[in-house]
């Protein structure tokens, strides 16, 4: 079983920002990594993925149409982080986020897939005046 650890979350008014950051214990950068999110009542949606070391196809990077070039992923490799830096906030982004592996040579669909291996807990994040 992988240890996620998801951080960053918290209180954003609309147009605000975050920035939320995954972490675990096996070495993030051999494999793509998911951003997930869940609202209460709403269904499951894939936020943003990027390509491991290891992938062997699919995209580099992806993200949900809801995005809409608002959110931007990337790797920290020196703290073992994939981040996920959110501009542009609105309400409706209000959502546990979670960050998940996917199989060592798998790479990103468009929009990610939920075809991942191990997940987080998620980090809270609640946009609100």
């Known amino acids: 079983q992988v240890r996620f650890v998801e951080s960053g979350g918290g209180l954003a008014q609309p147009g605000g920002s975050l920035r939320l950051s995954c972490t675990a214990d096996l070495t993030l950068e051999y494999y793509a990594i998911g951003w997930f999110r869940q609202a209460p009542g709403k269904e499951r949606e894939g936020v943003s993925c990027?390509?491991?070391?290891?992938?062997?196809?699919?995209?580099?990077?992806a993200y949900g149409d809801f995005v809409k070039g608002r959110f931007t992923i990337s790797r920290d490799l020196a703290k073992n982080t994939v981040d996920l830096q959110m501009d542009s906030l609105q309400p409706e982004d209000t959502a546990l986020y979670f960050c998940?592996?996917?199989?060592?040579?798998?790479?990103?669909?468009?929009?990610?897939?939920?075809?991942?291996?191990?997940r987080g807990r998620g980090t809270q994040v609640t946009v609100s005046s």
């Open positions: 998940a592996t996917y199989p060592m040579n798998t790479g990103c669909a468009n929009p990610p897939s939920f075809q991942y291996d191990y």
């Open positions: 990027i390509f491991g070391k290891f992938s062997t196809s699919g995209r580099i990077v």
